[in-house]
């Protein structure tokens, strides 16, 4: 039998912990439209709202470098399992 639960992302930035939870299917799909309607100049915002509905304060999300947001995103929707 198959059984899933949610999970969680956890990262420190700047020594504080923060936690994500991972994005659901729908949530992955409202972000991908999102992403492709906005122009260059709205995608961090679109990349900032998104992560700040799977649960980080989007003060911490605005202050990320973009290399940091990378890895996140990476992390979140990749297919391995964590």
Same mark, same amino acid.
């Given at each position: 039998?198959?059984?899933?639960? /949610?999970?969680?992302?956890?990262?420190?930035? *700047?020594?504080?912990?923060?936690?994500?939870?991972?994005?659901?299917?729908? *949530?992955?799909?409202?972000?991908?439209?999102?992403?492709?309607?906005?122009?260059? *100049?709205?995608?961090?915002?679109?990349?900032? *709202?998104?992560?700040?509905?799977?649960?980080?304060? /989007?003060s911490v999300a605005e202050e990320l470098e973009s290399h940091h947001v990378e890895v996140i995103l990476k992390e979140l929707t990749s297919?391995? /399992?964590?």
């Open positions: 039998m198959l059984e899933f639960s /949610k999970r969680e992302l956890k990262f420190k930035y *700047d020594g504080e912990e923060h936690t994500v939870r991972f994005p659901s299917v729908k *949530d992955l799909s409202e972000y991908q439209k999102k992403f492709k309607e906005a122009g260059e *100049d709205s995608t961090a915002v679109v990349v900032v *709202d998104f992560l700040e509905k799977l649960g980080l304060k /989007k297919s391995k /399992k964590n």
